[in-house]
Nanobody, 123 residues
């Protein structure tokens, strides 16, 4: 049983902050790259950020660069996405995903997916 569970979403005002968590069960994340993706109503799923299995390498979409930070704590089997200076355009369902062999912002590369957590940025 391999499972990823996102948490930490909610409603925040523009300029606010939120931290999302992605917790794994049934397997260890030590050998997996992790990606964060989001999907807004009527739009395609887009890659937000990703992190290598060791945590040494990270990547961000241009739209969130400088505002979002991805990190991981393999001992806790958890990956985080710290989101600062949130904008209404960040409103979406956020998903985390894991894959042992591939790394990047292409959702097609990931084998395991969580169910998502809603982030709404509105005044």
């Amino acid at each position: 049983q391999l499972q990823l569970v996102e948490s930490g979403g909610g409603l925040v005002q523009p300029g606010g902050s939120l931290r999302l968590s992605c917790a794994a069960s049934g397997f260890t994340l030590d050998y997996y790259a992790i990606g964060w993706f989001r999907q807004a109503p009527g739009k395609e799923r887009e890659g937000v950020s990703c992190i290598s299995s060791s945590g040494a390498s990270t990547n961000y979409a241009d739209s969130v660069k400088g505002r979002f930070t991805i990190s991981r704590d393999n001992a806790k089997n958890t990956v985080y996405l710290q989101m600062n200076s949130l904008k209404p355009e960040d409103t979406a369902i956020y998903y985390c995903a894991a894959d042992r062999l591939r790394y990047g912002l292409d959702s097609r590369w990931y084998r395991y997916w969580g169910q998502g957590t809603q982030v709404t940025v509105s005044s």
